[in-house]
């Protein structure tokens, strides 16, 4: 029988998901397709019922629903445990629901993409310290990173993030500003820059060190005005579209058992939104 998957969010009609999914299923020979679904919160509970029963193999989870789903699922990753969200489920073969999150994962892998074995013995600055900072921090220390700093506007949210971590260091904005030549990867995670609705930078990347990776999760725009301020800077960029096709590449692997093609994917959506 024909499986089928699904992405759950609200709104959903912007989703990049089901046309990415439903091309690697084209180019992997598989007979399958992926369809956006509009969930309302109060929809939740029983649309996780329905797709269950209407034979859904697996789905997707964006926002407003990535927390709020776990206690509808029978088991959770580490990877949740840590994040306190899911972004990915799968239906196993006995009906069990089995929620993970490749986000933090994703980041991870779009950065070896670049930069093969570059990453984890690098002196990492966090600038941000919400949902998508704890899943990269994660990844990260769960890949082997141990020189791990976080910053954020709010010092308190970087602190209890640092608590899960207890190698890693904390410190406010403008310290980090005035010491980031001494990290060698800076990973920006707030969404300032995004959609060019908030202008601005969380941090002046200037004083950088030639060389340093910098990487945004961001990608609308392409290149934030922090990216773009770091390339001119010297550094080696990265905007967030690896981030995005990595974390759908490992929930496909999941579904499947096949890692995608990400580097034409990656060009593809990098075309359509440049
Ligand atoms: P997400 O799940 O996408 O990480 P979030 O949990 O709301 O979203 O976290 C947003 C991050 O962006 C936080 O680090 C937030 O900083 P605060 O903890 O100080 O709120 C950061 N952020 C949002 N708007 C910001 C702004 N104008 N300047 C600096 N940081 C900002």
Known sequence: MKKWYAVIGD?????MSPAMHDAWFKENGIDASYIPVRVKS????KTVASLKQLGCSGWNVTVPH???IIPFLDEVDEAVKQMNAVNTVCVMEDGTLYGTNTDGRGFYRSLEEVYPGEVINRSILM???GGAASGIAFALHEAGCRSLT??????EKAEQLQGKYPDATVLSIEEAEAMVNQYSLLVQTTSVGMNYAQSGMPLNPTGIHKDTIVADIIYNPLETEFLHQARISGGRTVNGIGMFVHQGALAFELWTGIYPDTTTMIQTISEKLG
């Open 11 to 15: 709104p959903i009609a912007q989703s």
């Open 42 to 45: 109060e929809d939740l509970e």
């Open 66 to 68: 990535k927390t709020a």
């Open 127 to 129: 600038i941000g310290a």
């Open 150 to 155: 976080f910053t954020n506007r709010t010092v």
